[in-house]
């Protein structure tokens, strides 16, 4: 089973990106988002993959930016009616992170802006996923009426958006930035490298 990718990026479509292992090419489908982060044409990326083996389609590889998306990916799918492009979308529009936070408060709404998910099966996601774990990052709860957070250790890439919150920029250009320099970087890399890289993305 591959796990994972780390290869050129040698085409990207509109569902999908061809990566290129040492002369294989391997076709990954993807996220609109994930997509959207990845380097030109050429460049090094690094995909989390879940495999999937369908008797009609064969193997069907998923990419995703973090092992957090991978695993909200699983997770998505096993509650009944998400397939793969319902998973998909619901973390185009929700990264594990606000997934988790939309559904410990209810926000049945936030789940449905995803396509392909009724208010239904937004109803559904949100009630299956009640108590799991999406997320290792802090995840925004309510007591009392009162908004708050767990104490949860954030991620390098939390971490590293939030010091660049800090340094003015635009929660957007900083999300993006540290996404792709993460990408760039690998799921090892320290925070001040990250934070440096994500600088440099943003010409400074």
């Given at each position: 089973m591959i796990g994972r990718l780390r290869g050129?990026?040698?085409?990207?479509?509109?569902?999908?990106?061809?990566?290129?292992?040492?002369?294989?090419?391997y076709v990954v489908r993807c996220g609109s988002r994930t997509l959207g982060h990845l380097p030109a044409i050429g460049g090094e990326a690094l995909l989390h993959v879940e495999s999937h083996w369908g008797e009609q389609t064969g193997l069907t590889l998923y990419g995703f930016l973090g092992r957090e998306e991978r695993s909200a990916f699983k997770l998505l799918r096993t509650i009944q009616g998400v397939g793969p492009k319902a998973a998909l979308a619901v973390l185009d529009v929700l990264p594990p992170a606000e997934l988790a936070s939309a559904v410990a408060r209810d926000d049945k709404a936030s789940v449905a802006r995803a396509s392909g998910v009724g208010p239904k099966l937004a109803l559904r996601i949100v009630t299956e996923l009640k108590g799991k774990p999406i997320t290792d990052g802090p995840v925004?709860?309510?007591?009392g009426g009162v908004r708050t957070a767990e104490p949860i250790k954030p991620s390098?890439?939390?971490?590293?958006?939030?010091a660049l919150l800090g340094l003015g920029i635009a929660e957007p250009a900083a999300r993006r930035v540290v996404e792709a320099a993460a990408v760039r970087l690998g799921?090892?890399?320290e925070v001040p490298a990250l934070i440096k890289a994500a600088l440099q993305e943003l010409g400074r």
């Amino acid at each position: 089973m591959i796990g994972r990718l780390r290869g050129a990026v040698a085409e990207v479509s509109e569902e999908e990106a061809l990566i290129d292992v040492m002369g294989v090419g391997y076709v990954v489908r993807c996220g609109s988002r994930t997509l959207g982060h990845l380097p030109a044409i050429g460049g090094e990326a690094l995909l989390h993959v879940e495999s999937h083996w369908g008797e009609q389609t064969g193997l069907t590889l998923y990419g995703f930016l973090g092992r957090e998306e991978r695993s909200a990916f699983k997770l998505l799918r096993t509650i009944q009616g998400v397939g793969p492009k319902a998973a998909l979308a619901v973390l185009d529009v929700l990264p594990p992170a606000e997934l988790a936070s939309a559904v410990a408060r209810d926000d049945k709404a936030s789940v449905a802006r995803a396509s392909g998910v009724g208010p239904k099966l937004a109803l559904r996601i949100v009630t299956e996923l009640k108590g799991k774990p999406i997320t290792d990052g802090p995840v925004a709860t309510f007591h009392g009426g009162v908004r708050t957070a767990e104490p949860i250790k954030p991620s390098a890439t939390g971490e590293a958006v939030a010091a660049l919150l800090g340094l003015g920029i635009a929660e957007p250009a900083a999300r993006r930035v540290v996404e792709a320099a993460a990408v760039r970087l690998g799921e090892d890399v320290e925070v001040p490298a990250l934070i440096k890289a994500a600088l440099q993305e943003l010409g400074r």
